[in-house]
C-alpha cells in the first residue's frame, strides 16, 4: 500500500474534492478526499452509465470486479512508460516550485506580448484527423460525454425574434432566456448591431429607447473631447511627448496590417482603417494607464466592423476591456492567471494529458497564450470569431468559458499531440497551425460538456480574480469610474 500511495502522490500532487458534476443537476458527496484521475474514472462510469446500449443478455446483471491498487498500479506504468527520468525529474522540480508559489508553473519569461505570426497556408500537419498512437486513453471517454451533455446549435438569432424579446418601450423583459438563445444559436450579423452592446455591458438590458438614444448622443460627446486631446497635440509638443510618440507608431504599424483581407478593411486610405486607427489612439488617452499594447486591434475590428460608428465602436471596446485589460497588463499577472487556472481544468478534466504536459516542460500552458489574449481571434475565420465572442459574452453557463474551450481543443487533439510526442516547440508550432482547421461547432459542444462535467469543481480552480471573457454580470448601464487626466 505504500508503494502506491508514492506512486499516487507523484501523479497528482494536487489533492480534489471528490466530489464533480456529472451532470446539469449533480450531488456533491461528503467525506474524503481522492485524486483527480480517480474523480475521471467515477465520471467516466457515469457517462458510461448514461449512454443507451443495446441488452446482450437481458435476463442477466453483470457484475465487474474491480481492484484499485491493481487499476492503480497499471495506471501509473503507462504513464511513467512515456517519459525518462531526466524528465520526470524535471517536471516534478518545476511542479513543487508552482506548489510553493502558487503562479510559478504556468510562468515562461517573455518580455512583450508580440503575437506568433499565423502562417498564410496551414501545414498539413494540422488536418483534423488524428493519428494513431500508444497513448493513455481519455478517461472521461470524451466523444461519449459530448453526445450525453453537449447540445446542438441553433439557427442564429433573428430581427423578428429579437424584437419578441423588448416590451413597448424597448426592455429586455428576460434577459437570462436572451442569454441561452443567444448561447446556442449567436445573431444574425444585421441584428448584431442592436445586440452586442447589450452583451457587451454597454448597455442595460432594462434600458428603453429612449434611455438609449440619450446615452448615445452624451457619449459621443464625450467621445468627441477625449479624441481632441490627441488631435490637438501640435507637431513640437509630439518631439517632447515619447509616451505619444511611442504609442501612437504601434498603432499605425498595427491597424494597417489588422483584417486586410476583409472588404470592410481593404484597400490604401481606407476610411475604416484611419478610424481604427483613432478608436485606438483615444482609447490610449481615455486609459493612459494601460494605453496600447499588440493585440487590442484585433479586439476592436470585429466590433468596428459591427458597429459601424466611430463613437459606439469607441465604448463597447472600453466595455471590453473592462474585463481583458487585465490580458495586457505588463507583469502578465491577468494572463498567468487564466493559464494556471487552464492547468488546472486540464488536470481535472484529463489527468493522463496533464501529466503529459507536466513531463515534457509544457505545464505553464504558454501555447495556449494567443487563445487566450485576443479570443481565439486568430484560429477561427471572422465570421464564426463573432459567433463565439457572442456565446462568450453571455456568460450562460460560466463566465470562463473561453478556458473550457481552450480544454475541449486540446481533448479534440490529445491523441496526436502524446502519440507524436511534441515537446514545448513542436506544441507551440502544431498549435498556431491548427488556425483554420478547429470545428468551431464541435469545440462548443464539447466546451459545454466540460463546463457542465466540472461544474462547480471546476470554478473552484479558478482563482478569484480571474479575469472573466467579459463583464461579469450586471443588469446595470457600465460604471466609467475612470478618470482622465491625461494632460
Keep these: ?69 491493481r487499476d492503480l498500479t497499471i495506471h501509473v506504468l503507462e504513464k511513467f512508460s512515456l517519459v525518462t527520468k531526466f524528465a520526470r525529474d524535471t517536471s516534478s522540480q518545476l511542479f513543487r516550485e508552482s506548489n510553493s508559489n502558487g503562479y510559478g508553473a504556468v510562468e515562461r519569461k517573455s518580455s512583450s506580448y508580440s503575437l506568433p505570426d499565423v502562417p498564410h497556408k496551414p501545414s498539413m500537419d494540422a488536418e483534423i484527423a488524428l493519428e494513431e498512437g500508444p497513448v493513455p486513453s481519455d478517461p472521461l471517454e470524451f466523444d461519449k460525454m459530448t453526445l450525453v451533455w453537449g447540445k446542438p446549435r441553433q439557427p442564429p438569432l433573428g430581427s423578428e425574434e429579437w424584437a419578441t424579446f423588448l416590451d413597448s418601450e424597448g426592455r429586455v423583459m428576460d434577459s437570462k432566456a436572451l442569454k441561452k438563445r443567444i448561447f446556442y444559436g449567436g445573431v444574425e450579423h444585421t441584428t448584431r448591431r442592436e445586440v452586442w452592446p447589450f452583451l457587451l455591458g454597454y448597455h442595460a438590458y432594462d434600458s428603453t429607447y429612449a434611455e438609449r438614444e440619450y446615452l448615445k448622443s452624451s457619449k459621443k460627446s464625450e467621445y468627441e473631447t477625449v479624441r481632441q486631446q490627441w488631435q490637438s497635440i501640435s507637431t513640437e509638443q509630439a518631439k517632447r511627448f515619447t509616451k505619444f510618440r511611442e504609442r501612437k507608431g504601434l498603432i499605425d504599424k498595427d491597424v494597417v496590417r489588422t483584417d486586410r483581407a476583409l472588404s470592410f478593411y481593404d484597400g490604401d486610405d481606407n476610411p475604416n482603417v484611419n478610424i481604427l486607427r483613432d478608436i485606438l489612439l483615444t482609447y490610449s488617452f481615455y486609459n493612459f494607464d494601460l494605453g496600447y499594447c499588440q493585440g487590442m486591434s484585433d479586439l476592436l475590428s470585429p466590433i468596428l466592423f459591427v458597429m459601424e460608428d466611430e463613437s459606439e465602436s469607441f465604448w463597447c471596446f472600453v466595455a471590453l476591456m473592462e474585463r481583458l485589460g487585465p490580458n495586457f497588463n505588463r507583469d502578465q499577472n491577468g494572463m498567468h492567471s487564466q493559464l494556471f487556472a487552464l492547468s488546472k481544468l486540464v488536470e481535472l478534466l484529463d489527468c493522463p494529458l496533464h501529466n503529459y504536459f507536466k513531463q515534457n516542460d509544457c505545464l505553464n500552458y504558454f501555447f495556449c497564450f494567443r487563445w487566450v489574449l485576443i479570443q481565439f481571434k486568430r484560429e477561427f475565420e471572422y465570421k464564426k470569431t463573432m459567433r463565439l465572442w457572442e456565446v462568450l459574452w453571455t456568460h450562460y453557463l460560466s463566465e470562463h468559458l473561453h478556458l473550457y474551450v481552450c480544454v475541449a481543443i486540446l481533448k479534440r487533439y490529445r491523441k496526436k ?71
Design 417 to 487: 499531440i502524446m502519440g507524436e510526442h511534441m515537446d514545448f516547440d513542436t506544441l507551440l508550432k502544431f498549435i498556431n497551425e491548427l488556425s483554420g482547421h478547429i470545428d468551431l461547432d464541435a469545440i462548443l459542444r464539447d466546451a459545454e460538456a466540460l463546463c457542465i462535467c466540472a461544474g462547480e469543481n471546476g470554478a473552484a480552480h479558478i482563482p478569484p480574480g480571474t479575469p472573466p471573457s467579459l463583464p461579469t454580470e450586471n443588469e446595470n448601464a457600465l460604471l466609467y469610474a475612470q478618470d482622465d487626466e491625461v494632460l
Design 1 to 69: 500500500m505504500g508503494f502506491n500511495r508514492v506512486l499516487q502522490k507523484t501523479l497528482s500532487s494536487l489533492e480534489l474534492p471528490v466530489y464533480i458534476a456529472s451532470g446539469p443537476s449533480a450531488s456533491v458527496s461528503d467525506g474524503g478526499e481522492s485524486s483527480s484521475c480517480e474523480l475521471q474514472e467515477r465520471i467516466g462510469d457515469s457517462i458510461r452509465d448514461e449512454i443507451p446500449r443495446p441488452s446482450q443478455n437481458p435476463g442477466r446483471q453483470k457484475h465487474k470486479s474491480h481492484d484499485p491498487a
